[in-house]
């Protein structure tokens, strides 16, 4: 039987999925160059061909999830900015549902401590996303759908907490509940705290 040889890109996408995969069973600080040589069917040695190091490996996992989580592109003319944003939270609520070692990785306070240039691309990550949402809600604040009293960067600084609070209970709370849902209809409640009070 011939064996097909994979290509080195091919090859560092298994082993990236790999490592995903096994953050979400066993925990991302857990996971060792065995376990993902094991994963893939190569060598520790074959492992290191690909990724000159361990921290390597977990950039390209970063830039993998910063892909999946950096999907949406904002219109300025967007007419309705809350719809929007409500979208923006539902499909990066999808995200996470689908690849649920997503939160254990975000918030791996070991993987950020050994690989500060993996904590930089997450921030710089979370600080796209909470100014994307701060311009919905600049939007939204000028054409009257929250009250001026509602800083932009505040609003979209809650709702980004929400996001990683819902998604951390959904992965304690052994993904019990359908995260979007959830985290859609809490958000929903949240922006309406935003909305002008009608006397």
């Known amino acids: 039987m011939t064996r097909i040889r994979k290509s080195a890109e091919d090859r ?8 995903i995969r096994l953050a979400g069973d066993v925990g991302p600080d857990r996971i060792t160059t065995q376990h993902l040589a094991d994963a893939v069917g190569l060598t520790q040695p074959a492992i290191f061909r690909h990724f000159a190091t361990k921290s390597d490996i977990w950039l390209a996992v970063g830039e993998h999830i910063a892909k999946a989580l950096s999907k949406e592109k904002t219109d300025p003319q967007v007419e309705n900015p809350l719809e929007c944003l409500r979208d923006l939270v539902f499909d990066h609520l999808g995200s996470i549902a689908r690849t649920p070692a997503i939160p254990a990785i975000l918030f791996s306070r070991e993987l950020h401590v050994e690989n500060d ?4 691309h997450f921030e710089k990550l979370m600080q796209s996303r909470r100014e994307n949402f701060a311009g919905l809600f600049a939007k939204a604040r000028d054409n009257g759908d929250i009250t001026p ?4 960067e505040d609003a979209a600084a809650l709702v980004l907490a929400t996001i990683q609070g819902i998604a951390m209970r959904w992965s304690l709370e ?4 359908d995260l979007q849902a959830e985290g859609t209809r809490l958000i929903s409640s949240l922006i309406d705290g935003f909305k002008p009070v009608v006397s």
């Open 174 to 177: 052994n993904k019990s509940f």
């Open 117 to 120: 240039q993996l904590r930089q």
């Open 12 to 19: 560092k996408r298994e082993i990236v999925m790999a490592a």
């Open 149 to 152: 009293r509602v800083a932009p």
